[in-house]
């Protein structure tokens, strides 16, 4: 159970910036909002995790909420590549990651 | 960048026989998981592997299912007599340090029971 909550599915165009919602009301103070991506008929793919302040790596940012009941994604120029479900996964512990529906991403050209 | 290794990447058995699924997980990574997903439907964890021994299993993982560490590089999932429903994408997945780090994946093993 991913205790997270995302849009079904989101549309960017090509090379604009994209921000990818999650609410995990629920969420307390030792959990970590992990981001994990699928493109199509490959494995899931790491992107990025957090676990209070906002992060940022060479595929994207993460912006959690000071209250941290929600988190944002944040890809920062969109390209076709980057068309896949993305997850929005709350870990807890050493508990496993528990994937949920994700939000499918469609990039206009 | 190091990869998750997973043979075969499709496999064909007839319902009631057995399977092996083998995956090469990154060399000094220490905790290891199954994942499958049935076509169309979330990614499921299975079960999780660390120090020789299962950390986590679902509902999904019961005694029809195993895992194995044969010989420090390889890590499979045996599925004892498959049902047409094991029918899925079977994922591989290695970590270094827990799964609250991050989860490398392999390519998945395409599994069709008939």
């Known amino acids: 159970d991913a205790k997270t909550t995302q849009p079904n599915s989101m549309e960017s165009n090509e090379e604009e910036p994209v921000h990818l919602p999650c609410n995990h009301s629920?969420?307390?103070?030792?959990?970590?909002i992990h981001w994990y991506r699928q493109l199509p008929s490959q494995g899931p793919e790491y992107v990025i995790h957090g676990l209070t302040s906002n992060v940022n790596n060479r595929m994207a940012s993460l912006a959690i909420a000071e209250d941290r009941k929600s988190s944002t994604l944040i890809l920062h120029r969109a390209t076709l590549r980057d068309a896949a479900v993305y997850y929005c996964i709350r870990v807890t512990g050493a508990n496993n990651l528990f994937f949920g529906t994700g939000t499918r991403l469609t990039v206009i050209p | 960048e190091p990869e998750v290794t997973q043979t075969p990447s499709h496999q064909v058995t007839q319902m009631g026989q057995e399977v092996i699924l083998r995956c090469v997980p990154i060399s000094n990574h220490l905790y290891f998981y199954w994942y499958r997903q049935i076509l169309g439907q979330k990614v499921e964890f299975l079960v999780s592997?660390?120090?020789?021994?299962?950390?986590?299993k679902s509902e999904i993982f019961d005694d029809q299912f195993s895992v194995e560490r044969p010989d420090g590089s390889n890590f499979t999932l045996k599925i004892r007599s498959t049902k047409l429903e094991d029918s899925a994408m079977y994922f591989c997945?290695?970590?270094?340090?827990?799964?609250?780090?991050?989860?490398?994946f392999g390519s998945g093993t395409q599994l069709s029971v008939l």
């Open positions: 997945a290695s970590s270094e340090g827990g799964p609250n780090e991050k989860l490398f």
């Open positions: 592997f660390y120090n020789n021994e299962i950390s986590e």
């Open positions: 629920t969420i307390s103070g030792t959990d970590y």
